[in-house]
């Protein structure tokens, strides 16, 4: 059954003091791509846990974040180093005193040197707290899948009821076609008759010419051709192998086999059933580019 590209998923649990929060979301792309955000503890897992993401999707731009709060929003303080800013001021005030700068040395020229401050200081994640961010994570994608699923059915069931449309309209122009050579053979001979002013005609060479225009509005050939695209569809979408890459090419076919029957039929009624057909393609194809 197809997916759609679309989808989203979230995982939470509080373990060990830490508050796990894992989100993933997915929109429409060409091929698979993978954005990860992690805290700076879980970085050296950055490529392990892309290829477990890699392994449940063939398409589409998947977003993964994982975040690890302190339960109860407390957080390690940040530290300061209060040997170099001293150090800074005394440089930053003999500096002032040398050129006759009148600005006086602030917590604002300070705060510009980054080696005064450090960041807050991670605590080493024990291996069940890493065990449990892996059972959110692989949560969080399942239930972003289960949601692909679901979006999958429903594009599933437009693109079922659009087919059918499709073989409806390509009955009539089954059935229509035959009736419009009739319709040229007693247009041509009426014409005939009027240009010879009511003479006997050559039946012979009106059969000639019926059966020429027959051969060249024949479209028999694209029909079963047709058919036999629509038929592929249908046992594409209910198999484990749709993908919108196969579903796009197939689609490609139908159009060719619909233009040429437009091409080769002179007629308004067939005209119009083709328009209608393209109309559904057009639809169709739009559906596909939500598809894995």
Known sequence: MIKSMTGY???????????????????????????????????????????????????????VFIRLEEEGGDASAAGLNLDVAHNYFNVLSRLKKEFGFKEAVNLKMLAGFRDIFSAPAESQLSPDLLSQVETSLQNALKMLMKMRQEEGFAIYRDMEGRLESIKDILKAINLRAPQVVLEYQKRLAERIKELTAGHEMDDIRLAQEVALMAEKSDITEEIVRLQSHINQFAVLLQSNEAEGKKIDFLLQEMNREINTIGSKSNDA??????????SELGKLREQAQNIE
């Open 269 to 278: 009624e067939i005209t119009r059933q083709v328009i209608e057909t393209k």
């Open 9 to 63: 998923g979230r995982a939470e649990e509080i373990f060990q003091g830490r508050h796990i929060v894992v989100e993933a979301k997915s929109v429409n792309h060409r091929f698979l791509e993978i954005l990860l955000r992690l805290p700076s503890t879980l970085l050296p897992l950055e490529l392990e846990y892309k290829k477990k993401i890699g392994a449940e999707f063939r398409r589409g731009r998947i977003e």
